[in-house]
């Protein structure tokens, strides 16, 4: 037996990204959010509304950069989800963030957290909060590269979004491969 639900946004995983963009000032903004993923293999989509203060730095500066939010840095990832730019200039720096200028993009890379997107605007539209991005570069701090020169998500400890018991879990035990352990199936 299942029990419906009816409409609701829920998957799991959500991802939790933090989304960083410069204003004019190159003062850097970011906020929290929880839908997007990846819209082809060199796009993200997020869903973010116009209200944003980071939507508007990226609408201007047509740059931003996408960071896995991380165990270690909870608190501060949820506070910049909770917290507006519009009402505290200084929600970047009170979260206790730091930012790099990327090389690739006009948009900071926040240097606590090990795993970034580093995007151009592709579109935005204010009547849905579509937001596409071109993914010119993915980088990862050393502290979170294995063995094999890779991303290494028990290093890196991200954390995704409960949207049913508004809470946020982490990621990070293997259960199996992709793309192999179905082969045995295929056997038969």
């Not at 506070?79 to 690739?104: C, I, L, M, R």
Request: proline share 6%; hydrophobic share 35%.
């Amino acid at each position: 037996m299942r029990k419906n639900f009816g409409s609701k946004p829920w998957t799991y995983p959500q991802p939790v990204f933090i989304v960083a963009a410069y204003d004019e000032n190159e003062k850097p903004c970011a906020m929290n959010a929880a839908w997007g993923g990846i819209h082809y293999d060199d796009q993200i989509a997020l869903c973010l509304g116009s209200e944003h203060k980071t939507v508007d730095n990226i609408l201007k500066s047509k740059a931003f950069t996408v960071s896995m939010a991380t165990v270690e840095h909870l608190v501060a990832c949820d506070y910049v989800g909770v917290e507006s730019g519009n009402k505290e200039p200084d929600k970047f720096s009170k979260a206790g963030f730091h930012a790099t200028k990327s090389e690739f993009v006009n948009a900071p890379i926040i240097n606590e957290l090990p795993m970034t997107i580093e995007c151009r605007l592709v579109s935005y539209d204010p009547k849905s909060c579509h937001l596409v991005g071109e993914i010119v570069n993915v980088s990862a701090d050393e502290s979170i590269i294995d063995n094999n020169g890779k991303i290494d998500p028990q290093k890196l400890r991200p954390i995704t979004f409960d949207p049913v018991n508004n809470a946020y879990l982490a990621v990070g035990e293997k259960v199996g491969n992709a793309f192999r352990d179905g082969l045995a199936l295929k056997k038969n």
